[in-house]
């Protein structure tokens, strides 16, 4: 391989490994005689399958991030080769489906024990749920989301980082929150800003790093106040907490 190969990754091998993830359908769509540039929601089910990701929860995320798909029915050829070559590039992964699957078990694996990654994949999924157009997520729908990436017991599926402390069920509270107080949409900043909570709440279950003054969204002061009116988190002591030091992260 020279230089030129070495920079630009495989891209023949993945143009036709993608080539063989496409399906009558994906080929009526084209059109005859026309290049096939994306797989619709049956062969991308079956590709998610075929590299061990269960489809029913966030694992599927996890191939969707790695082929940076732009929604949950539809993976493209840009993607896809893109995508790809950008592993092989960081991690010298071969162009085949061996070595694709090894690697996506191995980020599913990965998942629950790494936060960073964690992260990523789960701002990744905000841009698969809501429709192009639009700049949110329909409330029910990261709803759902929420439960595949931080369900408790509680949950249908549990998630692969639960937001549960010792004595909290964190997922459960939020649910039951929105659905007394909140009737609108999920923009990013919420989106992201929920998961930097969260994280926070799982070392301090009092929500003593919160404090009027930051610039947490206004549904999460809301919530932080509605917790506390239910007897979920009680205030810190004056003096002890109250959010010193622990800025809202940036998301």
């Avoid at 950008?86 to 991690?91: A, E, K, V």
């Amino acid at each position: 391989m020279n230089d030129r190969e070495r920079k630009r990754g495989p891209d023949d091998a993945l143009n036709q490994l993608f080539d063989r993830l496409i399906g009558d359908e994906d080929r009526a769509a084209a059109g005859a005689g026309k290049t096939v540039d994306a797989i619709d929601a049956e062969s991308a089910q079956a590709y998610i399958s075929s590299m061990g990701a269960n489809i029913e929860n966030v694992e599927a995320f996890v191939v969707l991030e790695i082929v940076r798909a732009d929604s949950i029915g539809q993976i493209s050829r840009q993607g896809f080769v893109d995508g790809w070559s950008s592993i092989y590039l960081d991690h010298r992964i071969p162009a085949d489906p061996a070595h694709h699957r090894n690697y996506v078990q191995m980020c599913i694996q990965n998942l629950p024990q790494n936060p960073a990654y964690f992260k990523k994949v789960y701002q990744f999924a905000f841009g698969l749920g809501k429709e192009p157009a639009q700049k949110a997520l329909e409330k029910d729908v990261a709803l759902v989301f929420w439960d595949l990436f931080l369900g408790t017991e509680s949950s249908d599926t549990p998630g692969p980082r639960p937001w549960k402390s010792k004595n909290v069920d964190w997922l459960g509270a939020w649910k039951r929150f929105l659905a007394e107080k909140w009737t609108r949409s999920v923009n990013k900043d919420m989106w992201n800003q929920m998961l930097a909570f969260a994280e926070k709440t799982m070392v301090d279950e009092t929500l003593g790093f919160w404090n009027e003054d930051q610039a947490w969204p206004g549904v999460i002061d809301d919530f932080v106040l509605w917790c506390r009116e239910e007897g979920i988190a009680k205030a810190p002591t004056p003096g002890t907490g109250g959010g010193e030091g622990m800025d809202v992260e940036d998301y």
